[in-house]
Structure formats: structure tokens, C-alpha cells
């Protein structure tokens, strides 16, 4: 029962899952490229490389030999990972998953040209020139993400001509791995957006679906998220239908994290994270019987999952820091402590610098309870935590 696995990418969504790994005996060894990490804090052992390096990927592969490679963030040379299959390795969810993922263009031309999914018009771009035609093809406003980044880096709304420059080299600025090609999206016209973690099975045992997950975001990265957000019974069945599509088509077993917008004329998938959602840390809250780290291990490891059930409404804010730090430390700890229905996590990332993610607030209520009223109390538990430098 106890399995070798090897964790590509250390901060607070992989510590969680080392967490919950370690709970039924697990073996971790923890990847990233510097050095006490957090899932680093919590695992076994620990590797330092260039994850975008193949030879070192290879290299620690090899010298492991784990039974799952398991990846947490997007700047990995994901195309190593075909090797790894042929080698006998599992990738989590699967090699396709973690590779269509991790660059956007891969993932939302399966989700709109080969699934036929409805999704926002766009079109990609390698210069700045390029961007500007394709501005001019999906209209102003539009949304400009890199292929390759994650928490909302270089991504980055045009609303007039003048901001298509700065908005290029923003974008090159935020990406993530080699590739310097940004994705250009019409601007949804949405009155929510949703994440719907989705959990594959292996051994034939059925698709399973969390309570859908709302959130709201600022410089593309999320600063609160609720569970459940209110859906209707019409959009969240053509959530489930599109997300089981997709999952299907990428293969494997584990957790997805993916989000659709929701609009008067319906849902529109927007992405797709093939391990657990940053969202999704509400889930730390007790609001399912089984959190998201939790499920996506038990569905890598095929043990079956029978339900996944709403136990309480929650909801999570994040702590940023405010400036740059070699070494942050943190003042109100006593003060959110002291809160009723509250529980918090600071992740324990060595460095700190400006909006970075260095904890989450959490709250919860009994299932009658206003899901608005925990947020804002989420929202102001946050507040109470100051980072240092």
C-alpha cells in the first residue's frame, strides 16, 4: 500500500497534498527549484532543479523510481512525461492531461475545436504585432493571458488600444517556461464563475463532482472563494457535462480543477488545472467529507471514493504580502485565532514580495447559514493578518 511519490512543484496546494499523503502512509519526495519550499516543510525528502531542465527531470526519475510523478504547477517539461509512461510510470492525472494543461493553447483548442465546448472567441499571438491583429479580431475588450503561468501572472484586461503594449510585455514578463506566445480572449460578459472540481476514478468507478466552488479574482488570482456557490440546476448539469468531456479526453485518474463562466446565455469553459484549485482550499474548511487534497490522492492511489458529500457552508480569503522580505513574520495571529467558526494556514514560504500568496482565512457555517455572510467574514479574518518584512 505505501507508494513512492514524487511531487513536482513545493508550494501551499502541494504541501496540502503531502499532508494528506502522509496521513495513510505514503512516501513523498518533494520537488521544486529553491530550496525549503513548502511541501518541502512536510515531505520526506526533497530535490532542488530546474523543473524546465528535462535532463535533470530525468535524472531524479530515475534515481527515485517513484510509483506516481505527480506534477503541482505548470513549468515542468511536461513532454518528458510521454517518456515516463513508455518507462512504466504513472503520471497524474496521465501524461495528456499534465501536458495540454500546462500550456493554455493545447487545453483550449481540445476544449473548443476537437470537444466542441462553448468557450470565449480567441486567438494567439508570439509578437506584438501579432497581439495587436488579434485585438483587432476579437474586439476590445479583451482578456491577455501567457500560454504558460499560473496564479493570474502576466495576465491582464485591454480596454482601449493604448494598453495592448504594455499589456504584451506584461505578459511576456509572467510567463512561465520558454515559450513566448500569449492567448487573446474576447472579453464574457459573466455574472459569476465557478470551479468544479472534478474527480476521475480508475478501475471504471464513476466521474464524481464537488459542489461547485464561486470565487472572485483580482490581477487574475483568486482572493476569495465559497462553497457552494448558487448555481441552477440547468448550468451546473452543463458544467458536469463539459468537465466530464474534457477529463475523459485527457485520461487518467486524480483531481481537475475547472472553471467555467456563467452567463445568461450559459456556461463557457474558461481552464482547466489537472491537481487541486487554488479555489478550492475552502475545502480546507471542512465543507465536504473529504477535502480536495484528500480526494485527489484516494483517486491516484484507486481507492475508491463512494461520495462526495456537502457537510457545511465555507468560504477562504487569502493573506498576501504587501512588500518583499527575506525573511517575513506575521502580526494578528492571536486576533484571528480568537474568531468562532474560523481556522487559518500560513503556508511558510521562505521569501515574501508584493500580492504574493503567503496564507488563507477560513470559515464555516452550518448548512442554513448565509454563504454571503461567511465570506465577508472570511474576508475580514484575512484582514487581521499582517505579513512583515
Not at 508550494?11 to 503531502?18: H, I, N, S, T
Not at 529553491?34 to 530525468?58: K, R, S, W
Not at 483568486?222 to 462553497?227: I, R, V
Request: glycine content about 6%; some cysteine.
Amino acid at each position: 500500500m505505501r507508494k513512492k511519490i514524487i511531487l513536482l512543484g513545493s508550494g501551499e496546494l502541494g504541501k496540502e497534498f503531502v499532508i494528506a499523503a502522509q496521513r495513510i502512509g505514503q512516501y513523498v519526495i518533494a520537488v521544486d527549484s529553491y530550496e525549503n519550499a513548502p511541501a518541502m516543510q512536510v515531505a520526506h525528502e526533497f530535490e532542488v532543479i530546474n523543473m524546465l531542465d528535462g535532463t535533470e527531470l530525468d535524472r531524479i526519475v530515475a534515481k527515485h523510481q517513484p510509483d506516481f510523478i505527480v506534477p503541482e504547477i505548470e513549468a515542468i517539461r511536461t513532454e518528458r512525461f510521454y517518456d515516463y509512461e513508455k518507462q512504466g510510470f504513472t503520471v497524474v492525472p496521465s501524461a495528456k492531461a499534465a501536458n495540454f494543461t500546462m500550456n493554455r493553447k493545447a487545453i483550449r483548442d481540445l476544449a473548443a475545436k476537437d470537444l466542441g465546448l462553448r468557450t470565449a472567441n480567441y486567438r494567439y499571438a508570439t509578437t506584438k504585432e501579432e497581439l495587436e491583429k488579434a485585438v483587432t479580431e476579437v474586439g476590445i475588450p479583451c482578456v491577455v493571458k501567457p500560454l504558460m503561468s499560473s496564479s493570474g501572472k502576466g495576465q491582464s484586461t485591454i480596454k482601449t488600444e493604448s494598453d495592448i503594449e504594455k499589456a504584451w510585455n506584461y505578459a511576456v514578463e509572467g510567463s512561465r517556461g520558454d515559450i513566448i506566445e500569449v492567448i487573446v480572449e474576447a472579453f464574457v460578459n459573466f455574472h459569476s464563475e465557478i470551479t468544479l472540481l472534478t474527480v476521475t476514478q480508475k478501475n471504471g468507478q464513476p466521474t464524481l463532482f464537488c459542489p461547485p466552488i464561486g470565487h472572485r479574482q483580482e490581477r487574475g488570482d483568486y482572493q476569495e472563494s465559497w462553497q457552494p456557490a448558487k448555481v441552477s440546476d440547468k448550468d451546473i448539469a452543463e458544467a458536469q457535462e463539459m468537465a466530464k468531456k474534457v477529463t475523459e479526453a485527457l485520461g487518467g485518474a486524480g483531481i481537475f480543477g475547472v472553471e467555467f463562466f456563467l452567463t445568461n446565455e450559459g456556461v463557457y469553459f474558461s481552464e482547466l488545472s489537472p491537481r487541486p484549485h487554488d479555489t478550492g482550499m475552502v475545502t480546507l474548511a471542512g465543507t465536504q467529507n473529504f477535502n480536495e487534497f484528500e480526494l485527489h490522492l484516494r483517486a491516484i492511489l484507486g481507492l475508491p471514493i463512494s461520495e462526495i458529500t456537502l457537510e457545511r457552508v465555507g468560504a477562504s480569503a487569502v493573506i498576501l504580502a504587501s512588500e518583499h522580505s527575506e525573511n517575513p513574520t506575521f502580526s494578528g495571529v492571536e486576533k484571528i485565532a480568537a474568531l468562532s467558526k474560523t481556522d487559518f494556514r500560513l503556508f511558510g514560504k521562505p521569501t515574501s514580495r508584493p500580492y504574493r500568496r503567503m496564507g488563507v482565512a477560513l470559515t464555516y457555517d452550518n448548512l442554513n447559514a448565509s454563504v454571503k455572510d461567511v465570506v465577508e467574514k472570511a474576508k475580514d479574518a484575512a484582514s487581521l493578518v499582517q505579513v512583515n518584512k
